[in-house]
């Protein structure tokens, strides 16, 4: 029986790893692509969702942090660092328990899910809330990072956006070309700058004869991107993505103008409406920050920008379960019944 191995062993001739170099892998990717059908209705096209949300941590950092993980542990990193919103927090604590490594994370106070927090707790991380926004936490990390004994793990370092261009590569593999569009949430812009380097690298390679245009949307309240500008005190519910000063700022643009995409917004209203589609019409839970995604191609349908009769796909970056809390609010609360079947039939109405 054979079971997916992990990026590094299923692309190691695409990733830079030698065959010295420990493997560190909860055998991340291997992810689901889900056809949409609500979605594909909609939009008159054929829409894919790549369900990152499947990983081992429950986001697609895994793909970058199995290799972020194994380099640091080849070069004989004994501890680890990164800045985080929250999903590379609970990514990196579990690698570094892997690897046997400390793990330090620096996350801005009072802005992360619950989930994830309780994975990097329960991982053991070392965690400092920062009096700060993410883009403080970064500052902080690179500079810890350059003054001491610790390897950053952030997408920063560039083997971090070497692991997560396989997602690409999964896409292509699985519908034998690259889509037409592929769209993408926007925080820090490592993801969309790893998904176009793996699309650009396989059309490079003949191994599909053609790149799809990068459409990446960012939360309207934290959209540096969109303004041109640094946004100082970044706001959205999607606090995955709550970032005023992406790191991979210029990767972006390019990926935006190379690929003949563009950069739009969503409001955090758009981007909750898509989140409770996504789990009521099409079965799929992701977090706030995953579904930017998917609101902006509804976005985009709505200002007559997508062409029917295309092939679209979605990556929804993370587990709906990492921030309950949205799922919850505004539902109506269960009805309680006794042990009682006529009872219970009548509130399902059954009877
Ligand atoms: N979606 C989710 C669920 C994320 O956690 C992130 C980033 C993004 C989208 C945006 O990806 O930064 O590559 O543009 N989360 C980082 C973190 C910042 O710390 O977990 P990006």
């Given at each position: 029986?054979?079971?997916?191995?992990?990026?590094?062993?299923?692309?190691?001739?695409?990733?830079?790893?030698?065959?010295?170099?420990?493997?560190?892998?909860?055998r991340?990717?291997?992810?689901?692509?889900?056809?949409?059908?609500?979605?594909?209705?909609?939009?008159?096209?054929?829409?894919?969702?790549?369900?990152?949300?499947?990983?081992?941590?429950?986001?697609?950092?895994?793909?970058?942090?199995?290799?972020?993980?194994?380099?640091?542990?080849?070069?004989?990193?004994?501890?680890?660092?990164?800045?985080s919103?929250?999903?590379?927090?609970?990514?990196?604590?579990?690698?570094?328990?892997?690897?046997?490594?400390?793990?330090?994370v620096?996350?801005?106070?009072?802005?992360?899910?619950?989930?994830?927090?309780?994975?990097?707790?329960?991982?053991?991380?070392?965690?400092?809330q920062?009096?700060?926004?993410?883009?403080d936490?970064?500052?902080?990390?690179?500079?810890?990072?350059?003054?001491?004994?610790?390897?950053?793990?952030?997408?920063?370092?560039?083997?971090?956006?070497?692991?997560?261009?396989?997602?690409?590569?999964?896409?292509?593999?699985?519908?034998?070309?690259?889509?037409?569009?592929?769209?993408?949430p926007?925080?820090?812009?490592?993801?969309?700058?790893?998904y176009?380097?793996?699309?650009?690298?396989?059309?490079?390679?003949?191994?599909?004869?053609?790149?799809?245009?990068?459409?990446?949307?960012?939360?309207?309240?934290?959209?540096?991107?969109?303004?041109?500008e640094?946004?100082?005190?970044?706001?959205?519910?999607?606090?995955?993505?709550?970032?005023?000063?992406?790191?991979?700022?210029?990767?972006?643009?390019?990926?935006?103008?190379?690929?003949?995409?563009?950069?739009?917004?969503?409001?955090?209203?758009?981007?909750?409406?898509?989140?409770?589609?996504?789990?009521?019409?099409?079965?799929?839970?992701?977090?706030?920050?995953?579904?930017?995604?998917?609101?902006?191609?509804?976005?985009?349908?709505?200002?007559?920008?997508?062409?029917?009769?295309?092939?679209?796909?979605?990556?929804v970056?993370?587990?709906?379960?990492?921030?309950?809390?949205?799922?919850?609010?505004?539902?109506?609360?269960?009805?309680?019944?006794?042990?009682?079947?006529?009872?219970?039939?009548?509130?399902?109405?059954?009877?």
């Open positions: 029986t054979h079971q997916w191995r992990g990026i590094i062993e299923e692309y190691r001739d695409r990733l830079p790893v030698s065959d010295t170099t420990p493997v560190v892998t909860l991340e990717g291997g992810t689901p692509l889900v056809p949409a059908q609500v979605l594909s209705e909609r939009t008159g096209c054929e829409v894919h969702l790549k369900v990152e949300g499947a990983n081992p941590t429950g986001s697609f950092k895994d793909r970058g942090m199995t290799m972020a993980i194994s380099k640091a542990k080849e070069e004989g990193a004994q501890a680890v660092i990164c800045a919103t929250g999903n590379t927090s609970a990514s990196a604590a579990a690698y570094a328990v892997r690897a046997g490594m400390v793990s330090a620096l996350v801005p106070q009072g802005k992360i899910a619950l989930g994830k927090m309780g994975q990097a707790l329960v991982h053991g991380a070392k965690i400092l920062v009096d700060g926004n993410f883009d936490c970064l500052t902080l990390a690179r500079a810890l990072s350059e003054q001491y004994p610790v390897a950053l793990v952030n997408s920063v370092n560039p083997v971090r956006i070497e692991g997560q261009k396989t997602a690409a590569f999964e896409i292509v593999d699985f519908l034998g070309d690259a889509p037409d569009i592929h769209v993408l926007v925080g820090n812009a490592g993801n969309i700058t790893a176009w380097r793996g699309y650009r690298e396989y059309a490079a390679d003949a191994v599909s004869t053609r790149t799809p245009r990068m459409w990446g949307f960012q939360a309207a309240g934290s959209a540096p991107l969109v303004r041109g640094v946004v100082k005190d970044p706001a959205t519910i999607a606090t995955a993505i709550r970032i005023g000063n992406p790191a991979s700022w210029d990767y972006a643009i390019q990926a935006r103008d190379e690929s003949g995409g563009f950069i739009d917004e969503v409001t955090d209203r758009q981007i909750l409406s898509a989140y409770r589609l996504l789990a009521s019409q099409e079965g799929v839970f992701v977090e706030p920050a995953s579904a930017a995604s998917v609101a902006g191609l509804l976005k985009a349908a709505e200002q007559g920008k997508v062409d029917p009769g295309q092939r679209i796909v979605c990556t970056t993370g587990n709906g379960l990492k921030d309950p809390d949205w799922a919850v609010a505004g539902a109506p609360q269960p009805l309680t019944v006794p042990v009682d079947a006529t009872a219970a039939a009548e509130r399902l109405g059954l009877a």
